[in-house]
């Protein structure tokens, strides 16, 4: 969680229209921002445009249409942490491909497939959870995050990942698996080597 105690609430009517809420001044110092409403694809290119300069923090998870384009956060040097809505179900390829400062991010519990490239040297990103419906993980979609540490996984079946979609992460890292699935990750020549530690209870 992040604190919100001095967080920018904008609900928006349309989609397309964050611009017209926010004066020039707030562009240049804003520092977190939560977005309600309908998100177009302007909307989410501006955010992207503030988050490489001030914006830390960006909320989404009450926003509604949200589609995110490949790139469209890539290289946001001062994002820290970033909330997805729950219903979106596609992490395009690159999309925050290094954010260097990005330390933790909230995954959408409906979420089936992270692109290729997508957090590539995200060198804070510490901790993942990847919901019971992932099911694809792309080519270097968490290469050089070195600071991972921990990747929890409610899926039963482990998910689809490449050889190189971990590389570069810790050896230390740790996945967190529902009780009584160990084998069937250690059978998977993909999740294997992880050090693996089962939940007591999957809730």
Known sequence: MVDESDIMVIALGEPNTLRDRLSVCEWA???????????????????????????????????????????????????????????????????????????????????????????????????????????????ESFENCSSLSTIICDSIEPPIIHENSFTGISTACQLIIPSGLSQMYKNNERWHDFVMQERENNH
Do not use: W
């Open 29 to 139: 110092v804003l520092p977190k921002i939560k977005v309600m409403g309908e998100v177009g694809a302007s909307d989410l290119a501006l955010l992207g445009g503030l988050a490489h300069s001030s914006l830390q923090v960006i909320d989404l998870k009450d926003a509604e249409s949200v589609i995110l384009t490949e790139s469209v956060f890539s290289g946001c040097g001062e994002l820290k942490y970033v909330a997805l809505p729950d219903d979106l179900e596609d992490i395009p390829d690159r999309v925050f491909e290094k954010c260097r400062n990005l330390q933790s991010i909230h995954l959408p519990n409906r979420l089936d497939t992270i692109g290729d490239s997508a957090f590539v040297d995200c060198v804070k990103l510490s901790e993942i959870h990847l919901p019971k419906r992932a099911h694809l993980i792309g080519k």
